[in-house]
């Protein structure tokens, strides 16, 4: 059974630092892009981050590069998304998404390119 596991979410003042785990099972992070996907209360769901199956590209929307770290770990079989510097503006629900397909640079934050999907985590930032 394929499922990803999303944690590290939680309540953060702005200019804080929080980690998000996705852990998966029933399939390899190694061999499938993952990506994270937010959404806030009202707006629509947007890429973060996303890490191309086999040589690990990654890609970041404007609003978090500099901040956001994507990263896998094969051994645990996890990706995670180290995020500094929160902003309130960065408040959401974040999910992690898997697929199968080894996406180009344009698509990988593409929402409708992902087979699996996490449960969601929120993210609160404010103080």
């Known amino acids: 059974q394929v499922h990803n596991v999303e944690s590290g979410g939680g309540l953060v003042q702005p200019g804080g630092s929080l980690r998000l785990s996705c852990a998966a099972s029933?399939?390899?992070?190694?061999?499938?892009?993952i990506a994270w996907f937010r959404q806030a209360p009202g707006k629509e769901r947007e890429g973060v981050s996303c890490?191309?199956?086999?040589?690990?590209?990654?890609r970041y929307v404007g609003s978090v590069r500099g901040r956001f770290t994507i990263s896998r770990d094969r051994a645990k079989n996890t990706v995670y998304l180290q995020m500094n510097s929160l902003r309130p503006e960065d408040t959401a629900v974040y999910y992690c998404?898997?697929?199968?397909?080894?996406?180009?640079?344009?698509?990988?934050?593409?929402?409708?390119?992902?087979?699996?999907w996490g449960q969601g985590n929120p993210v609160t930032v404010s103080s």
């Open positions: 029933g399939f390899s992070v190694d061999y499938n892009s």
């Open positions: 998404a898997a697929s199968k397909r080894s996406l180009i640079h344009s698509a990988c934050l593409d929402n409708t390119q992902y087979d699996y």
């Open positions: 890490i191309r199956r086999g040589d690990g590209m990654t």
